[in-house]
């Protein structure tokens, strides 16, 4: 089997050492990369130092058209990429092809944000003291873009951090997770045929052991990280002086209230408290119900998760795949194990088979369980009765985190509450939490993160407002 280069300034680069990367589902091998060396991770960063300012001067066309042929050249490589993908994460071929699509997306709304991006003229002759003054206000990179991405979207996520960087003309430099680097390792090839300056961007696949020296390096004044709360925060104070981004865990809660359409929110509870194998930030783990409507609710959520297909993720029909390794998914039977201890009741599944946990339901479970509490990362939700929409959304905020909530409902003053009341940095009507666009700004609050994603909020994120002011001019 091939060994991939990894991406050092713009070209292919090999190390002296290389790791295998296994499918979840069966331990097979998948792929093989090769390891950057110490000096070959600094010759990266100074590459990317030495090219900021003339990545900051890039005229727009080059940065705009460089995004735009990513997005093309994904959609021709989209089976490809998408098999890729399934193989070294183990996501159902069907949730695989979505992600490309996604990245493809995300690549073609940068391009066209890119064009956006301009500056802005403010008369300053509002007051008679600044006659014949006016502003021109731009945005200017920080600097390189340390971007370090996680296993459950390898694609996606790093497009997040990758294109708006290439957009405001920032040189990035990206540390993928080690369990899902190739798809990463792809994009690099990618970027690699457009016309950015060498040094504008590097791929560079160092084991996580080695991310801080990264993270301290000064020359990296971004950091952006997605990944767990404890790993992220930890990076925030390892350098408090850094502009340090964190998209990070949440245990969202999808409402049920009184009014809603319970078929629709069970089909959608049931699949996306189970999409991605329950891996995903934004996945319904608290299902908080009216008690109104919980014994109807849950009469249509049960078959739906029964009808959930579980198994292969090269299978078409395939909806719930593996976890990304086996000690991910022993330790989601260890907290639902650890929940059932405590007095909760298996509704559904709770079973393990390798990597692979069954859609699992639990009713009655205690307030104080990692299933509650914490953030599960697989297919495990749990449900809650609650008498009012005044005590689903006051356990809605009964949490540590705050990314996203859904709520099913079709009152627009129960919407607008929840607009109001939710502690979270985005709120679904009508729909589950797990619901994004990547054009929308999208991050959370408490231990969910600071900052925003989504092209043009991270765009603002990684530049900062500059200042200058014309004198003597007839306005």
Not at 90 to 103: Q, S, T, Y
Request: aromatic share 6%; hydrophobic share 45%; charged share 20%.
């Amino acid at each position: 089997m091939d060994v991939r280069t990894f991406w050092l300034a713009g070209n292919p680069a090999v190390g002296d050492s290389e790791l295998t990367v296994t499918n979840p589902l069966d331990g097979r091998e998948v792929g093989r990369y090769s390891v950057p060396t110490d000096a070959q991770v600094e010759e990266a960063v100074a590459a990317a130092a030495g090219v900021a300012k003339q990545a900051a001067a890039l005229p727009v066309h080059v940065r705009a058209e460089a995004l735009a042929h990513v997005s093309r050249r994904l959609a021709e490589r989209h089976e490809e990429i998408a098999q890729l993908i399934m193989a070294e994460n183990g996501k159902p071929i069907f949730w695989a092809r979505g992600e490309v699509n996604r990245a493809i997306a995300t690549f073609r709304f940068a391009a066209e944000e890119t064009r956006r991006w301009s500056g802005q003229a403010q008369r300053l002759d509002t007051e008679p003291a600044a006659d014949g003054r006016l502003a021109y206000v731009s945005r200017v990179p920080k600097g390189p873009v340390l971007a370090i991405t996680p296993f459950n979207f390898p694609l996606n996520l790093v497009a997040h951090k990758v294109a708006p960087a290439i957009a405001v003309g920032a040189p990035v430099i990206v540390k993928p997770a080690p369990a899902t680097p190739l798809s990463s390792l792809v994009l690099g090839e990618i970027l690699a045929e457009t016309d950015l300056p060498a040094g504008m961007f590097s791929v560079l696949p160092v084991q996580n052991d080695r991310a801080g020296a990264l993270v301290d390096d000064p020359r990296l004044p971004i950091v952006s990280f997605t990944g767990s709360a404890p790993v992220g925060y930890a990076i925030a104070d390892q350098v408090p002086r850094k502009h340090v981004t964190l998209e990070l865990g949440g245990n969202a809660a999808a409402v049920v209230l009184a009014d809603a359409d319970l078929g629709w929110a069970a089909q959608r509870v049931a699949l996306f408290s189970n999409y991605q194998a329950g891996q995903s930030c934004i996945a319904v783990q608290r299902v908080i119900v009216e008690d109104a409507v919980y014994d109807a609710f849950v009469e249509r959520l049960l078959p739906a998760v029964a009808a959930l297909v579980t198994g292969d993720p090269a299978d078409e029909k395939t909806q719930v795949g593996p976890l990304v390794s086996v000690a991910a998914a022993e330790r989601v039977e260890q907290w639902v194990k650890e929940a059932v201890a405590a007095g909760a009741t298996v509704l559904a599944g709770g079973t393990r088979d390798g990597a692979t946990v069954a859609p699992t339901v639990l009713a009655d479970v205690p307030h104080d369980a990692k299933v509650a509490r914490e953030e599960v990362f697989g297919p495990v939700m749990i449900l809650q009765r609650v008498a009012s929409i005044d005590e689903a959304y006051a356990a809605v905020n009964d949490s540590a985190y705050g990314l996203q909530a859904g709520i099913f409902t079709r009152s627009l003053d129960a919407a607008f509450r929840a607009n109001r009341e939710l502690e979270v940095g985005g709120v679904i009507i009508g729909d589950v939490p797990s619901y994004r666009a990547d054009q929308m700004p999208y991050g959370g609050v408490k231990d969910s993160g600071v900052g925003r994603e989504g092209l043009h909020s991270a765009m603002e994120d990684y530049t900062y407002e500059k200042v200058m002011v014309l004198t003597g001019l007839s306005l």
